[in-house]
């Protein structure tokens, strides 16, 4: 390794990334999910191996794949699988940005033989899962952790809600309303928000370069 590598702003550091949906089983060949690309995570998966980071890249379901050296990628399905595989790296890493759009409710009942049709209407009871995010923000210790924040109103009063609750170093707030932003996009627009009550908003931009501003914000606050 050269001093090139060494003077990289990620040098030396781990880095934990979610991504993507995460689908909940309601039968062997049903699910409940979401409409989660998984690219906003692997922006940030690339971005973080590109400042030299060690990345673990934790993925839910998407055909999406991190190629590279720098980033271990763990699949999983479930939003339980997540939480687990989340609390196993956690501890061991510097950064940790939770970007997966998990589900936050699952059959309380999953069933192992394919539901028939019936002429009558089928209810299926949900149950919450938990919450990833807050559970690492409860157990977190020198690790700089994030969260996204995805609202339809009040969105910065929600998001800033987000951020105490799950006692976050930051959350990025993503801005579904404007044109091109959001889901199965390839740009996004964000407004950066942190404990100490900056709050920093960027323009519609490529989510490579999103990716980009989010570390140099958490950068500047680490050191
Ligand atoms: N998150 C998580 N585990 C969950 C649900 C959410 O880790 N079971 C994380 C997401 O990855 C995201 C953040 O929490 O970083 C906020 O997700 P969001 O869906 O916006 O908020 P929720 O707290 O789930 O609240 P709601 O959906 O009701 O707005
Ligand atoms: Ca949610």
Redesign the pocket.
């Known amino acids: 390794e050269n001093h090139i590598i060494r003077n990289l702003p990620l040098y030396g550091k781990k880095v934990l990334i ?1 991504a993507g949906p995460t689908y909940e089983a309601i039968d062997p060949v049903r699910f409940i999910g979401n409409h989660s690309s998984g690219r906003m995570g692997y922006e940030l998966a690339r971005t973080a191996a590109r400042l030299g980071a060690e990345v673990t890249l934790i993925s839910g379901p998407t055909y999406l794949s991190a190629d590279i050296p720098e980033i271990r990628t763990v699949r999983v399905v479930s ?1 339980k699988e ?2 687990e595989a ?1 609390h196993e790296v956690f501890p061991g890493v510097d950064i940790a940005i ?7 409710y699952r059959p309380a009942a999953p069933v192992d033989k394919k539901i028939k049709k019936k002429d009558v209407s089928l209810s299926i009871e949900l149950e919450p ?6 559970s ?1 923000g409860a157990i977190k210790k020198h690790q700089y952790l994030a ?5 339809t109103h009040d969105e910065l009063e ?1 998001a800033r809600g ?1 951020l105490h609750k ?1 006692k976050l170093d930051a ?1 990025v707030l993503n801005s579904l309303n404007d044109e091109g932003a959001g889901f199965g996009k390839s740009t996004n627009k964000i407004t950066f928000i942190d404990r100490e009550g900056n709050t920093i908003p960027f323009e519609l931009k490529p989510k490579s370069d999103v990716a980009q501003d989010i570390f140099t914000e958490i950068c500047r606050r680490m050191s």
Not at 129 to 134: E, F, H, M, N, P
Request: aromatic share 8%.
């Open positions: 979610t939003a997540m939480y989340a939770l970007a997966a759009a998990v589900a936050d899962t938990k919450d990833i995010l807050a690492l969260g996204f924040a995805l609202e929600n987000k799950k959350i």
